[in-house]
């Protein structure tokens, strides 16, 4: 059963509906900040769904999981999109640059790490196994990306990467929201949510985009492409790519490694 992160947690639990890696929000009952229409016209102006923007301290949560700066919400984007298929796999204008290079990743002392430090470990296993020109570290601080405890009405969100070529420094990971355990299942689907945010932090937007109630379910959302143009990544399939580690919704305990469109498209950029 999909899951949405746009659902309560009350609401969760009265009518035992699963939540997507992206789009359940904080046990919490929060209120809503208002969004502007000139916000509204932003996010939609940089190809991103306008549909439930939540107002967060510094900038925006759209699309579920993905953070915008403020300072973001005005800027022209000029870039491409990498297509896999007709359900495509897309990138942001900025990518991580000085390749090669090693990307240190960590969780703060607000994330139990018995339980997610596994789980991080599957997520560094996952990227390094493709011999990509990044590759993942764990360290204990001082880390180029660091997963922290999220706080606001989200399961998991990141950001992408910066104009000067590195990566998003923050995962917040609603540990709650995902839950627990030592299970080889539950360690493949929290790494799957990981390994999503940490996509969007190299610079990965979601694989249906276009339509994401491909995984989501729902009415069909095209934002169109906007600024952003567009590249196929030649001996890509042309039908729909059911398990990509970007698509916006996941099921209750379902675990995507890379398929190969994934690897296609991860070792295009990377």
């Given at each position: 059963m999909r899951k949405n992160m746009r659902l309560s947690f009350a609401v969760i639990a009265l009518l035992i509906m699963a939540v997507s890696c992206q789009k359940a929000v904080a046990p919490e009952q929060e209120i809503k900040k208002e969004v502007s229409q000139d916000v509204i016209n932003s996010v939609k102006a940089l190809g991103f769904s306008s549909d439930n923007i939540i107002a967060e301290e510094g900038g925006y949560i759209v699309e579920g999981d993905i953070f915008i700066p403020t300072s973001e919400l005005k800027r022209s984007l000029n870039g491409t999109i990498l297509r896999v298929g007709e359900v495509e796999q897309y990138r942001t204008t900025n990518l991580v640059t000085r390749l090669p290079r090693t990307i240190t990743v960590a969780l703060t002392s607000r994330i139990d790490a018995a339980i997610y430090g596994p789980v991080l470990d599957e997520v560094v296993r996952r990227f390094n196994a493709e011999n990509l020109q990044i590759t993942l570290q764990r360290v204990s601080s001082g880390a180029n990306i660091t997963f922290d405890r999220a706080s606001g009405s989200y399961l998991a969100s990141a950001g992408f990467p910066t104009s000067s070529g590195d990566p998003f420094n923050s995962v917040k990971v609603n540990t709650r929201a995902i839950g627990s355990g030592t299970s080889t299942t539950f360690i493949n689907y929290a790494a799957t949510i990981f390994a999503h945010e940490l996509g969007h932090c190299i610079g990965f937007r979601h694989?249906?985009?276009?339509?994401?109630?491909?995984?989501?379910?729902?009415?069909?959302?095209?934002?169109?492409?906007?600024?952003?143009?567009?590249?196929?990544?030649?001996?890509?399939?042309?039908?729909?790519?059911?398990?990509?580690?970007?698509?916006?919704?996941?099921?209750?305990?379902v675990n995507r490694p890379f398929n190969a469109n994934d690897k296609t498209a991860l070792n295009y950029l990377y």
């Open positions: 694989t249906d985009y276009m339509n994401r109630a491909y995984s989501c379910g729902g009415s069909a959302v095209n934002e169109g492409a906007s600024t952003v143009g567009a590249i196929h990544i030649p001996g890509t399939p042309t039908g729909p790519d059911p398990n990509s580690w970007m698509l916006a919704c996941i099921g209750s305990g």
